[in-house]
């Protein structure tokens, strides 16, 4: 498997939640083409190859996909300040955080602000499960974060190798308080 990453783009600055602190957010957004090769050239057992794989000159099938972050900019901050900010990072890339667990996805500020009473697990919950695109919740439940990261982070993927299937997400009742 081989993945390129395309440049970030800047959807749009606007003012966001801290807007009266003086904080605004950037919309960032990356393709990513994920590569796959058709035909396995060795097995499991077998501790490298005669051949790289790009020798057999064997088509790949090409998934692509988009990523969006926002990120915090300073309040009035113009595209092109943030396409410079973006330009003095060339090796910045929005990298994914992927679990069946929802605690494995969130940032420690979202961990804290549960307990706090600034928002739930259920709020939490419903911005980070994957849905497909009809909508309709992945099984197994699966749950991401699309994160900014000012170095080529590797996507960090907390799925087992082989997941039990789930038939429906947990109920609120079912995760763990955090923070108590």
């Known amino acids: ?9 800047i959807d749009n600055v606007t003012p966001g ?17 994920t590569n796959y090769p058709n035909v396995r050239v060795s097995n499991s ?18 998934y692509t996909s988009t990523r969006i972050a926002w990120v915090p900019v300073p309040a009035n901050s113009t595209i092109e300040q943030v396409q410079a900010a973006l330009d ?19 940032t420690e500020e979202q961990k804290a602000a549960v307990p706090a ?3 739930t697990m ?22 991401k974060s699309v994160n900014f990261s000012e170095t080529a982070v590797e996507d960090v993927d907390l799925r087992p190798a082989t ?9 609120a009742e079912e995760v763990v308080a955090i923070g108590v």
Do not use: C
């Open 122 to 143: 259920d709020a939490l919950r419903e911005k980070h499960i994957v849905k497909d695109r009809e909508g309709n919740i992945v099984q197994p439940v699966q749950y």
């Open 117 to 119: 009473g600034l928002t």
């Open 17 to 33: 939640l801290k807007a009266d602190k003086g904080v605004w957010q950037a919309q960032l957004r990356q393709i990513v083409t």
């Open 45 to 62: 057992n077998q501790l490298g190859g005669l051949f790289d794989h790009g020798a057999f000159n064997i088509e790949n099938q090409s």
């Open 88 to 106: 003095a990072k060339p090796n910045a890339r929005l990298y994914v955080i992927i679990s069946h667990n929802l605690e494995d996805v969130l």
């Open 163 to 171: 997941a039990s299937t789930t038939t429906k997400a947990p109920a």
């Open 1 to 9: 498997m081989e993945k390129n990453f395309g440049s970030i783009t």
